[in-house]
């Protein structure tokens, strides 16, 4: 198996400009996360969805984040307009649960790199 | 405080030393994991453990539910074992994954 899938792998923008990052999860996986990486506050979980279904997106940071995830092997996070305050590592994971998202092994992509001028 | 304390934050050590990194979490969980992020790559899941002890290669991870601590060792530490290993629990009452703040270690040959 091709493992996650994220890219682009390194995005530099300017300030104002929208920002699509991709993931294409573990065929079969039905779990897939959307995490922020950064010096400051560390790995903090974006949202999740189950079965294509957002279940929890507390960690989105403001309305100029969204996430989709239209069928089980494609999800998008955008971030319009972005800010230098985006810049940071995202990192998308999936796993297979039998019943919670608790159980199963996390397999992680090897993320995407936002620099915002 | 945080949910998840991982100690020390940084470490550094000799090859073929025996490593020991530790996490305290202080909330109700179902799953403890142990990752490792290399600089500048991506993140690998090490182990998941609810219960017990798990092994992989020189790679040793237990967790005390009653206590609430997990630890992961390192036996014959090898300088490519130098990344951050990271600390996450699945919260009960949160219903999500919450990180500790991770381990620098470095190992020198």
């Known amino acids: 198996d091709a493992g996650v899938i994220q890219s682009p792998r390194h995005e530099v923008t300017e300030m104002g400009q929208e920002v699509t990052l991709r993931c294409k999860p573990i065929?079969?996986?039905?779990?897939l996360f959307w995490y922020r990486q950064t010096m400051m506050r560390g790995l903090e979980l974006l949202i999740y969805f189950n079965n294509n279904v957002p279940i929890d997106d507390s960690g989105m940071p403001e309305d100029r984040f969204s996430a989709k995830m239209p069928n089980a092997s494609f999800s998008t996070l955008k971030i319009q307009p972005s800010e230098p305050r985006d810049s940071a590592v995202y990192f998308c994971?999936?796993?297979?649960?039998?019943?919670?998202?608790?159980?199963?092994?996390?397999?992680f992509g090897e993320g995407s790199r936002l620099t915002v001028l | 405080k945080n949910e998840v304390e991982q100690s020390p934050q940084n470490l550094t050590a000799q090859e073929g030393e025996f490593i020991t990194i530790n996490c305290s979490y202080s909330?109700?969980?179902?799953?403890l994991h142990w990752l490792q992020q290399h600089p500048g790559g991506g993140i690998v899941s090490l182990f998941m453990l609810s219960s017990g002890k798990k092994k992989h290669g020189r790679l040793i991870a237990t967790i005390n539910i009653q206590e609430k601590h997990s630890s992961l060792h390192i036996t014959a530490s090898h300088p490519r074992d130098s990344a951050v290993y990271i600390c996450?629990?699945?919260?009960?009452?949160?219903?999500?994954?919450?990180f500790g703040q991770g381990t620098r270690l470095t190992i020198n040959p």
């Open positions: 909330v109700g969980i179902s799953a």
């Open positions: 996450a629990v699945w919260s009960q009452g949160a219903q999500k994954l919450v």
């Open positions: 994971a999936s796993t297979k649960t039998r019943a919670l998202p608790n159980t199963g092994e996390l397999f």
């Open positions: 065929s079969g996986h039905d779990y």
